[in-house]
C-alpha cells in the first residue's frame, strides 16, 4: 500500500498560482503512475492530471491544459501540480491518487489509493 498526503492548497486571488504538493509513503514510490482529481461543491469528482511512473507521459483534462503542470521526483516520492492562471472555476478539493497499474487514465475507478484532499479556493 501507499499512502498519500496533499499540502498546498489555499486561498488565492483569480490569476494567480499554486503549487499542490503530494508525498507519499510506504511501498515504492515508483511502482505506481500518479494523477491529480478534484471535486467541486455539488459535483462528480473529476480528472485533472496524470503522470507515468517515469515523468515521460503526461495526460491532462482539457479544462487546464496550458494552465496546469504535473511532476514528479521519485527520489523526494513526491507528486506535484503545478497551477497558474487560475479561476473561480478551479475551485475545488484536490486529491492525489496512485495507480498501481501503470496507467495515465481520466477515470477515478482506475485508481488504487487516495489522499485525504486539499481545498483550492480561487476569489474573483
Known amino acids: 500500500q501507499v499512502q498519500l498526503v496533499e499540502s498546498g492548497g489555499g486561498l488565492v486571488q483569480a490569476g494567480g498560482s499554486l503549487r499542490l504538493s503530494c508525498a507519499a509513503s510506504?511501498?515504492?514510490?515508483?511502482?505506481?503512475?500518479m494523477g491529480w482529481f478534484r471535486q467541486a461543491p455539488g459535483k462528480e469528482r473529476e480528472f485533472v492530471a496524470a503522470?507515468?511512473?517515469?515523468?515521460?507521459?503526461?495526460n491532462y483534462a482539457d479544462s487546464v491544459k496550458g494552465r496546469f503542470t504535473i511532476s514528479r521526483d521519485n527520489a523526494k516520492n513526491t507528486v506535484y501540480l503545478q497551477m497558474n492562471s487560475l479561476n473561480a472555476e478551479d475551485t475545488a478539493v484536490y486529491y492525489c491518487t496512485a495507480d498501481s497499474r501503470l496507467r495515465i487514465g481520466t477515470s477515478a475507478r482506475a485508481y488504487d489509493y487516495w489522499g485525504q484532499g486539499t481545498q483550492v479556493t480561487v476569489s474573483s
Open positions: 503522470i507515468s511512473v517515469s515523468g515521460g507521459r503526461r
Open positions: 510506504g511501498r515504492t514510490f515508483n511502482s505506481y503512475s
